[in-house]
C-alpha cells in the first residue's frame, strides 16, 4: 500500500508521478467493506418469523468447508477460519482463493 509520504516523495521528485498514478494510490486508500459468509439458509418467512432465542439454524455449507470472503457484496475469494489466540481471541481468515472475474455477485 502507499503512504502518504511516498505520494508526496512522488509528486516532489524530479520525475513526478503521473496523474493517473497518484490517482490510482488515492484510490488504493478508499475503505471497503470485507465481509465473510459462514454459509446460508432457505427459510419461509413464517419459519423465520417463529425464530426464538437459543433455537438452531442450519446452514448450507458444513465444518471445514471454505468461507466466501465478498469485497462491498462481492465475491472477492475463499478462505478458511482461523483463530487468532492471544489477549483477546479473535476468529481471522485464511485466504485460499482469489475468484478470477469481480462479475460473481454473492447473495
Do not use: H
Request: net charge negative; aromatic share 2%; glycine share 8%.
Amino acid at each position: 500500500m502507499t503512504s502518504d509520504a511516498q505520494v508526496q516523495e512522488a509528486a516532489n521528485s524530479p520525475r513526478a508521478a503521473s496523474p493517473a498514478a497518484l490517482a490510482s494510490s488515492a484510490l488504493a486508500r478508499i475503505p471497503v467493506l470485507v465481509q465473510v459468509v459462514l454459509g446460508g439458509a432457505k427459510m419461509a418467512i413464517a419459519d423465520v418469523s417463529a425464530l426464538s432465542p437459543g433455537e438452531i439454524v442450519r446452514l448450507d455449507r458444513r465444518i471445514g468447508d471454505p468461507v466466501d470472503i465478498l469485497v462491498n457484496g462481492r465475491l472477492f475469494g475463499r478462505g478458511d477460519i482461523a483463530v487468532l489466540e492471544g489477549d483477546e481471541p479473535r476468529f481471522a481468515i485464511s485466504v485460499t482463493e482469489i475468484v478470477d472475474g469481480a462479475s460473481e455477485t454473492a447473495i
